[in-house]
């Protein structure tokens, strides 16, 4: 069981309250598309994806990036989005970090100095549950 301290659970909400889910979402899985390109196999019904410029303006990555962040704000249940990923999409468990990575650099870029080393050691934390937990149904 994870403890979470006052700091880090109104951190977690404040972060929520203030990203653009429309901008940080799409952002975020872009980049992880570009910078891990491996990862966009599981993404072949997505279009073109053959560069940076295509995957940025790509509108089903966009669409698929606010989803994501959607998700992790409705806080939907990790098992069902683990079953989901590993026994229907059979995504292997690594890239949930590799998301969760570029989805801090972006959130960083966003919140500008107020990403403090505390703010982002609560986002950083409560994104490694998720990861976490999405992880468990492979095991």
């Not at 309250?17 to 980049?31: E, L």
């Not at 950083?124 to 998720?130: G, I, N, P, R, S």
Request: with cysteine; charged share 20%.
């Amino acid at each position: 069981m994870v403890e979470w301290t006052d700091f880090e659970r109104n951190t977690i909400k404040d972060i929520f309250s203030r990203i653009k889910y429309d901008v940080v979402g799409p952002a975020a899985f872009a980049r992880c598309l570009v910078v891990y390109p491996w990862t966009q196999r599981y993404f072949g019904g997505f279009g073109n994806l053959d560069n940076a410029a295509a995957i940025k303006g790509n509108p089903m990555v966009s669409k698929h990036g606010t989803t994501i962040i959607q998700g992790l704000d409705r806080a939907r249940t990790p098992t069902e989005l683990s079953v989901l990923h590993s026994e229907k999409l059979h995504v292997d468990p690594d890239n949930f970090k590799l998301l969760a990575d570029c989805l801090t650099i972006v959130v960083a870029a966003q919140l500008g100095k107020e990403f403090t080393g505390e703010v982002q050691a609560a986002f950083q934390k409560f994104l490694a549950v998720v990861v976490s937990s999405l992880g468990r149904q492979y095991h």
